[in-house]
């Protein structure tokens, strides 16, 4: 049975598996401007189970962020998604968000209230000119009938949940009010008001200081368990994701290179990038500090390496064979994927 | 915000005396007085002054006097409600101002209220509609706006409103008969009809001016991530607009209106002399070319009084609508 809304998509949106969430087929979002294309996301693909954790790791720029804003359709005006599907299941449906019209009514609806979004900095995120309770009772009140006191008791349970230490006075408060901590854990709280489905953390953690960084895992994981939420946790650092999701994503330059179980990608892991990205932590041995970095840098979004895009700095690089065509995604093992010639996928190429 | 506001008006009283001083220095530095350009003007026509006549004018009206016996004179008469007599005018300063001041008032709110009204909604659309044919025609009409003298526009108005009615555009009524009648709908409505005029050409350049700062301060909020976050609740586009960026962006636009006044004032003496209205400003000219002291310093009193309230009431509105600085004071 197709259950295709009314979203303008002419083809039938697939049907996803009662038990995924969220799935991301081949995306490409390019921004476009006088200076050229950026090719932020380039056919990036994955799948989001109800309930799990996933995370997204990757430098900066290598399309995390635009990753999440293409879900929620709020990519800026000179960003625009060129093909792939985001298919979403919902009200038991599937919906292929990437067909939508991004003002809709569907998709507005779904912003918020199915997939809600964390962001990096809670200190621009929120209004300085309106009380973080005034946003969070939006929020409510967009998406459920309730009236304004009933959205701010909820916005009070909210408040309290995320840990907030006395949530019947702060949400009368301006952000400029707040502690770094407290802006972070009333962001949380803004994210969860309407007990999405689907939250999409984008470098949470990023903004804080340490402590505060281990409290907002401890938060973000409890509050999973009692919600049974999924969460997308797009980070930089590879500290947070061990420490906090199930299943891992390694992005580079718009596209996954490798994926599976934590286990599976540190300690196993198979692609030179992710490697090199482990490599690039500092390790502390007695007496030093050991950083093994990646050579070069990250190319110029203008001047795209042909093939693999990660060629140039691959100390495993193949002449006449990285620089011809981008590898494909090789299965290695039972959910554990790799994109690069070394494991096969040559035979393409003769 | 009680002690703020008190604390605000007992400042006007240091401030304003300073404003008087430097007024009455000001009007005093030419060499001569009012009596020297009076004497001036009568041989010019032909007339033969003699010195006992200029001695008996200068008595009477203290000129002889030093410069702080002089200021001390009228500022004690001014708190007292007393300005004084115009010795240009042969009228006292009072009754020159009580005629006056409502017509420059008129012009002054008018011509505030349709700067705003046109500048704010202008603003807002150039900026939503960024680098549209839109923007870029309100962006050539500015500078225009911001080019084109007042005095010149004022001729423009005149002649195209002659044109296209066939009545000159002059003067506050219609008709000697419409000016003494008592204040009817009829008479308000034809000082309305007289008013728009000198109101939108004063506010020209204020209002090209404000288009920009509008745009620019909405330019510079659209992009913030209060507003991606907006948005990534669910908050509809029209909400998402008005309720986030555009209650920041105009606050600038506010603190704007402390200085709109004066330089409306000001612009106000080229249009009014051209469109022949009985404003303050073409009286308060004359009596700084012709050293008339005490109108001119009174008139320079009652003007800086209002830009102080308009500065005042900016304020009071930014604290109103801007929690950070309803803080800090």
Same mark, same amino acid.
Request: glycine share 20%; proline share 40%.
């Given at each position: 049975m197709s259950s295709t809304r009314d979203t303008g998509a002419t083809a039938p949106t697939p049907e996803l598996a009662a038990d995924t969430l969220l799935s991301v087929r081949n995306l490409k979002t390019y921004f476009f401007s006088r200076e050229g294309t950026t090719k932020a996301v380039d056919g990036v693909s994955f799948d989001v189970k109800q309930g799990e954790i996933l995370g997204i790791a990757g430098e900066s720029g290598c399309g995390k962020t635009v990753t999440s804003l293409s879900i929620m359709r709020i990519l800026p005006k000179s960003g625009k998604i060129v093909s792939g599907k985001i298919l979403f299941n919902y009200d038991n449906q599937t919906t292929d968000l990437a067909a939508a019209d991004p003002e809709s009514r569907e998709m507005r609806s779904i912003r918020g209230k199915e997939i809600s979004m964390i962001f990096q900095e809670p200190m621009t995120a929120f209004s300085p000119v309106h009380t973080i309770g005034n946003q969070i009772i939006e929020t409510i009140r967009i998406h459920q009938p309730v009236s304004k006191e009933e959205a701010r008791e909820q916005a009070i349970e909210m408040l309290r949940r995320a840990g907030m230490p006395s949530p019947t006075r702060n949400i009368d408060q301006y952000t400029f009010n707040l502690s770094g901590g407290m802006r972070q854990r009333a962001m949380v709280a803004l994210a969860l008001s309407c007990q999405p489905k689907l939250l999409l953390a984008d470098e949470p953690t990023t903004a804080v200081d340490v402590t505060i960084q281990a409290q907002m895992l401890n938060l973000l994981r409890d509050i999973q368990a009692e919600l049974g939420m999924a969460i997308v946790m797009i980070t930089h650092d590879l500290a947070v994701i061990a420490e906090l999701t199930d299943r891992v994503m390694i992005m580079y330059l718009g596209k996954e290179v490798e994926y599976g179980t934590v286990e599976d990608v540190f300690y196993r892991s198979q692609h030179p990038y992710t490697r090199g990205l482990l490599g690039s932590i500092p390790k502390l041995a007695p007496g030093r500090v050991e950083i093994d970095p990646i050579e070069g840098s990250v190319p110029s979004v203008y001047e795209m390496p042909t093939g693999c895009k990660f060629h140039p700095r691959c100390p495993h690089y193949m002449p006449g064979v990285c620089e011809k065509r981008d590898p494909p995604l090789i299965e290695i093992a039972p959910g554990h994927a790799v994109r690069c010639y070394l494991y096969g996928g040559k035979e393409a190429l003769e | 915000m009680l002690r703020f506001i008190s604390r605000r008006l007992l400042l006007m009283v240091p401030t304003l005396i300073i404003v008087s001083l430097i007024g009455f220095i000001l009007i005093q530095? %030419? %060499?001569?007085?009012f009596v020297t350009s009076y004497v001036a003007a009568l041989e010019a026509q032909g007339d033969i002054i003699d010195q006992d006549l200029i001695d008996g004018l200068r008595a009477r009206f203290g000129l002889g006097q030093p410069l702080y016996i002089q200021y001390w004179r009228w500022a004690s008469n001014f708190v007292q409600g007393n300005f004084g007599y115009s010795m240009g005018l042969r009228q006292p300063v009072a009754d020159i101002i009580k005629a006056r001041l409502p017509a420059s008032f008129a012009i002054t709110l008018l011509s505030m209220i349709l700067v705003y009204a046109i500048a704010i909604p202008i603003g807002v659309l150039s900026a939503t509609k960024q680098y549209s044919i839109v923007d870029y025609t309100f962006t050539v009409i500015g500078f225009l706006g911001v080019a084109t003298p007042n005095f010149l526009l004022a001729l423009v108005g005149l002649w195209v409103i002659y044109l296209s009615t066939g009545k000159a555009a002059m003067g506050l009524y219609s008709s000697p008969q419409m000016q003494n009648a008592p204040f009817t709908l009829a008479k308000v409505l034809d000082l309305l009809n007289h008013l728009w005029l000198p109101a939108l050409i004063t506010g020209m350049a204020g209002t090209a001016g404000l288009i920009r700062t509008m745009r620019a301060n909405l330019l510079d909020e659209l992009p913030k991530p209060y507003v991606t976050v907006a948005r990534a609740r669910g908050v509809g586009r029209v909400k998402l607009l008005y309720k986030y960026p555009l209650r920041i962006a105009i606050n600038p636009v506010i603190s704007t209106i402390g200085y709109t006044l004066p330089a409306l004032l000001e612009g106000e003496v080229l249009v009014s002399i051209v469109l022949g209205l009985p404003t303050l400003a073409p009286v308060l000219l004359n009596a700084l070319l012709q050293q008339d002291m005490l109108l001119a310093s009174s008139v320079i009193m009652i003007e800086a009084v209002l830009v102080l309230v308009g500065t005042l009431i900016s304020d009071i509105l930014l604290a109103i609508v801007d929690p950070r600085i309803r803080g800090s004071i």
């Open positions: - | 530095a %030419p %060499p001569g007085d």
